[in-house]
């Protein structure tokens, strides 16, 4: 089993930053991905950032430069910096991560952006 803790989130003003941090534990093995979902009230959890193998990245349409993510290999963490955040990004963000092949989830960790 894998465990996966998400830490950093919070009320933040529009434009302000916070930085997601995801702590992987647990029998990890492979990483074929892992990185950062989100979801809304109301809404389906859609993509935000990842790591997807091959050390490529994708990000949702909606980051436009907003965001970026990193990790610590040794540590099997990662780590989401949000510049510029908008009331729109409110969420609930979830860490992921596919470790050989089974796929994991945080329990996610609530962002507010509001004034």
């Known amino acids: 089993q894998v465990q996966l803790v998400e830490s950093g989130g919070g009320l933040v003003q529009p434009g302000g930053s916070l930085r997601l941090s995801c702590a992987a534990s647990?029998?990890?093995?492979?990483?074929?991905?892992m990185g950062w979902y989100r979801q809304a009230p109301g809404q389906e959890r859609e993509l935000v950032a990842s790591?997807?193998?091959?050390?490529?990245?994708a990000y949702g349409n909606f980051v436009k430069g907003r965001f970026t993510i990193s990790r610590d290999n040794a540590k099997n963490m990662v780590y989401l910096q949000m510049n510029n955040l908008k009331p729109e990004d409110t969420a609930i963000y979830y860490c992921n991560l596919m470790n050989d092949g089974w796929l994991y989830w945080g329990p996610g960790i609530q962002v507010t952006v509001s004034s």
């Open positions: 790591f997807i193998g091959g050390g490529k990245t």
């Open positions: 647990g029998r990890i093995t492979v990483i074929n991905r």
